[in-house]
């Protein structure tokens, strides 16, 4: 948890001397691999990360998305996986109040919250049940708290995150473009500290996420005061109104040390700071501790002299804490004194940029093997398999960790969470539309495959609001990087991630990448999650409500890749097979095609087909309208497959849209002009979902009875056992 | 008839409703709202008064204990003297039962859990400020959002409040395990309103996936009673 040798020769080196203590403890914090990502840096930059809407600014913790007349969007996305898998409330509520800060300090304010969650085997692990359990009361507590709506996320239960926790939250701003934070400081500006007391939590945290999860090392978990970030947000937004703001950066890994030395090497100035002036939570802690404590909720401020009063007038009004810690230099140093005893002296740009590496990478040896396909028992009775699936963990209603999050507050949430993509209004009369999707299982079969399709997924999500996808947002989980199987894994992820996005040109406006993620029994499974945020322009909204003798029609072929599948994961034990692939040019044509039909307002509803394949996403449709479905399976586009095949494949590129009958020859035109596989396969009406083949009933299940299930089987599992 | 009604808004630290219910009294209703820190005073010209939601003290000790000690409480309990209507909405409502403004209690709810849900109110009351426009056991769709919504009363003081009509709002069927499925009450004297609810996040129909009419109707009543709204 430390420096390795040749860190410290480097470091003796670029300064040198020795290092006093207190720089020891700053370096080693500041070139962990949280705070300098120095596995991943290198390889980061081939994200295309420039578009038309992005705004670009030194020091910014978030993206920034320009939406029109004068707004603008932010986003960003954190984990807080290492705290979690030892304290889950905790570990889940501070990872909230990290990611809000980052928007907070554009200057925007915070609007949504969402969260990606993955643990072991809940049905089996009753350690699984107990992390999922907190870490959702712990979201609970802090987004509530707060006033900032969750509206939507993801829950994954694999084995791989055994006795771990792997817990993203990402958040979205909003403001005005004239009120973002220009980052900018002079000579003799004043250092300002505000917010929370500095204490003993979190000590070391950032390096206890750098290494694997060897000990529970509860002091390295930070403790949630959502109060006080709530005070923070109000006395920041404040004083941005005010214009007291010159610079301002959230305190989060690494604590003062990295907050202080970012902000100096990004703005190009020196900064001098006392540790005596921090106000701190216990009166006896040393200069080391006062620089690496992660405590949270506080913010560090620039701000010059004659804006020093009223910033303290706002932070009095509040009661929040605000120490004038130290003042702007010339010098490009980082120069810590306790009185007038000196601790530490670092050129701010040694702090700040670790040396990169270049780790060596290899595919790993188990891919060879992993993509041959078993052959399984016939399916005697479809219909329970169906219900079996609707009732597993992973394909079941999350409205037990939805119904604990307050997703209205805000009065912003047009589309409530439990569906596709959630959508906020904005107040230039658009809509923002945002999902965040991760696959690990077919990630784990294919890296760059499986990392697409969670792209191509959540870019899905968005499409069926009637959003153009606009940025996204990456976060690359992966386990030890010095191993080179897992660092090709991670590389391939990447690979795939950017090429996507080029091609579809959806700039990358933020991430995050959370290496070390290993359990007792190995690495977890490569778990990118990607985020994506699209635009609705023009109103109406499509409805998302089916009626009786609407029509259901398939964009997209459902393909032979059973790969990463629930169906053949849950349901038959195996892992394995071929991992689906994205099309590009098919991913696009469908893409525009369904945005084109939902703009002309031929649709009632439109709904992404993924986990659990076609069953699950008809399944879903007829449960959450209330209203049976009839499928003819030979209708379904694609080569002739297997039924099992054509129920629970999980291709990409597929939609499932419903319509008004009269609307079917406008839609069927659309379509045929975009040269689209597609074809009407169904129709609504009763109360049974019925899959046919020929007059044969392969799925005859009655509506009210999977609801029942597809609602109840999670919270029933997280209470009952 | 009047033209400007003056609503106060009270805004307690961890307030997070307040920047919403303003919204509505401004943007929907077109009346004139303004926010009253809570160490400030009230202005003596004030019309209605409404304690929005949120988590002030972040609910510490016990949801509204502490805001309950707030200086500008004291102006609330005057201006609830003199009639001027007062809603407390969420954590408003806990505020104003922490005070001693309203009867009974608000406990955790029966599932130990934070509850974010639309349901339905069934109005008891149509005298109050704020439900005058209603027909008697009209429903209301409409969303709660709170950890400590149950409210309590025991079996003696359920019946004074029934006597004395105090009880505003039912749940239509069981939601948190509240005293006879009690969402909202009211003072003896029907113009300081307590309900867990939020009517601020139903009254726009862009947000409110079924009926947004109904909910409108507690801010047309309170129209009405001011006078501006025939």
Known sequence: MSLESQELDELKSKIGRAPTSTELQIIAAEWSEHCSYKSSKKHLKMLPMDGPLVINEKGYDSGVLDVGNGYVVTAHIESHNHPSAVEPYGGAATGVGGVIRDILSAGTRPIAIFDGLRFGNIEKDQQARWLFKNAVTGIAAYGNCLGIPTIGGEVEFDESYQNYALVDVAAVG??????????????????????????????????????????EDRSAVQIPDPFIEKLIIEVILEARNQNLIHAMKDLGGGGLSCAVSETADALEIG????????????????????????????????????????????????????SVIGRVKSDNYMHVKKGKKTFANLPTDVVANATLLDLPSKKPSYLETIQKEKKFKPISNYSKTLMKLLASPNIASKIWVYGQYDHEVGIRTVVKPGGDASVLRLDNGKFLSVKIDGNPKQCYIN??????????????????????????????????????????????????????????????????????????????????????????????????????????????????????????????????????????????????????????????????????????????????????????????????????????????????????????????????????????????????????????????????????????????????? | MKTIVNVGVVVFPGSNCDRDMYHVLTDVFNLDAHYYWHEKSLPKNIDAIILPGGFSYGDRLRAGVIAAHSPIIHDVEKMAEKGIPVLGVCNGFQILVESGLLPGVLLKNESLNFMCEWTNLIVENNKTPFTNQFKLNEKIPIPIANGEGRYYVDDDILKQLKKKNQIVFRYSQVVNGSSNRIAGVCNEEGNVVGMMPHPERAVESEINPTDNRPSSLIFESLLVKMGVKN
């Not at chain 1, 220009?182 to 206890?208: E, M």
């Not at chain 1, 479905?629 to 080569?639: D, H, Q, T």
């Open chain 1, 174 to 215: 909003f403001g005005k473009k004239e009120n973002l934070i220009k980052n900018h400081a002079k000579k003799n500006d004043l250092v300002v500290l505000l917010g929370g007391s500095t204490g003993r939590d979190g000590i070391g945290g950032s390096q206890f996420a750098s290494d694997s999860l060897e000990s």
């Open chain 1, 447 to 721: 890296p760059r495959e499986g990392a697409i399709g969670c792209f191509e997924e959540a870019c899905r999500n968005v499409v069926c609001t009637g959003a153009k996808p606009i940025g996204m947002l990456d976060h690359l989980q992966f386990g030890n990087p010095k191993d080179p199987e897992i660092f090709w894994t991670f590389l391939e992820s990447l690979k795939g991630l950017t090429d996507f996005a080029k091609y579809f040109e959806i700039p990358c406006i933020g991430g995050k990448v959370s290496l070390y993620n290993e359990t007792p029994a190995g690495p977890i499974k490569p778990t990118p999650v990607i985020g994506v945020l699209g635009l609705i322009e023009k109103t109406p909204l499509i409805p998302q409500k089916i009626t009786d003798g609407n029509c259901l029609v398939i964009v997209g072929d459902t393909k032979d890749e059973m790969g990463g599948s629930e169906y053949f994961e849950y349901i038959h034990k195996f892992i394995g097979g071929t991992c689906p692939t994205v099309d590009f040019s098919e991913s696009k044509k469908n893409m525009q095609s369904v945005l084109n039909a939902i703009k002309s307002q031929l649709l009632t509803s439109a709904h992404d087909c993924s986990k659990g394949g076609l069953a699950v996403a008809v399944s879903e449709l007829c449960m959450t309208n209330h209203i049976g479905c009839n499928v003819s399976l030979e209708k379904i586009p694609g080569e002739k497959l297997d039924i099992d095949k054509v129920l629970f494949s999980e291709s990409h590129s597929r939609y499932l849209l419903t319509l008004e009958k009269k609307n079917l020859k406008k839609l069927e035109t659309i379509l045929k002009k975009n040269k689209i596989s597609f074809s009407t396969v169904g129709y609504f009406k009763d109360n049974m979902i019925q899959f046919m083949h020929g007059t044969k009933s392969i799925v005859n299940l009655r509506v009210d009875k999977a609801e029942k299930t597809w609602l109840n089987s999670l919270r029933d599992l997280v209470l009952h056992g």
């Open chain 1, 271 to 322: 900064i001098e700071m006392d540790v005596e002036k921090v106000h701190t939570r216990e009166s006896d802690m040393h200069p080391d501790e006062i620089m690496v404590s992660e405590s949270q909720e506080r913010m560090l401020i620039v701000t010059s002299k004659p804006k020093l009063k009223k910033l303290e007038e706002i932070c009095n009004k509040f009661r929040v804490g605000c």
